[in-house]
């Protein structure tokens, strides 16, 4: 079997267009932002899926940010609208892709660049911490770049599998990025375990905890709950993380997109939890 390049997650499922604000403006124990205040325009555009995005609106509904999370429906993309769309960098930003963070008129493009406005604008650290600006940027790009970005890729590559087509031919690209993913794990835990601390910076968690903890989300879905098997500072961090307020009642309330965006998402991560793992 030849696989495919990996691509960006597919776009197949028909959806009505859902634009909304979120309702996790105020309230419980999370920190009180003094830059960011209720009377900001605050907009963060992309897809109706998780995607690249999932750990920036984590970031925003922890920090009780009223945002539009405007999502651009699959069905634009489907018939054809979105690849004219696109090329308005008011809507795409100046290189026609998502997502993109629009502050009070001040547009922000590409996730990690976005990472870091949000770093400073919510207050995560002192402007000459360099020292933990520099960790929470470095975790940001690892848990996208190499942990969020390959499970997106891998799922949606199964997902283009023929299911006639035997699972022994996917047990190798499974595997090889399980052994990635288990070698950045280790990595991660070390650190995490090392500081003794709640979260990977200090008391409070800043930009690259919510990448973290969007990254290990999926690598558990992909793989299961095994993958943190010996990692006990991160099972606790991934606990604490979905305890905290605003973001426990996101997910409680079911506000989460899915995972990929397609019809066989359900299908495809059964599928994948029967191949055989390292």
Known sequence: IVY???????????????????PFSDGGRNRCLSSASSGDNVVLRYFDYRGRAQALRYALID???AFKDDKIALSQIISGNWFNTKTNPAVAGVFGRLPVLEWNGFQVSQNEAIARYLY???????????????????????????????????????????????????????????VRLNGIIINLEAILAKGKQDYFTGASPVMGDYFAFEALDIVTTVYG????????ALEAFVLRMQERPRIKEYLDKDLRPGLLGTENEGDVMMRLQGIPKV
């Open 4 to 22: 495919p390049t990996p691509l960006a997650p597919p776009c197949r499922r028909p959806l009505l267009a859902v634009q909304s604000v979120s």
């Open 63 to 65: 920090a009780g940010v």
């Open 120 to 178: 400073h604008k919510l207050e995560h650290g002192p402007a000459d911490d360099i020292a933990k600006e520099t960790l929470s940027a470095s975790i940001t790009s690892l848990a996208h770049q190499d942990m969020i970005v390959m499970c997106l890729q891998l799922a949606n590559n199964i997902s283009q599998v023929p299911t006639e087509v035997d699972d022994k031919h996917l047990v190798r690209p499974v595997q090889e990025l399980q």
């Open 225 to 232: 709950d095994e993958a943190l098997t010996n990692c006990p």
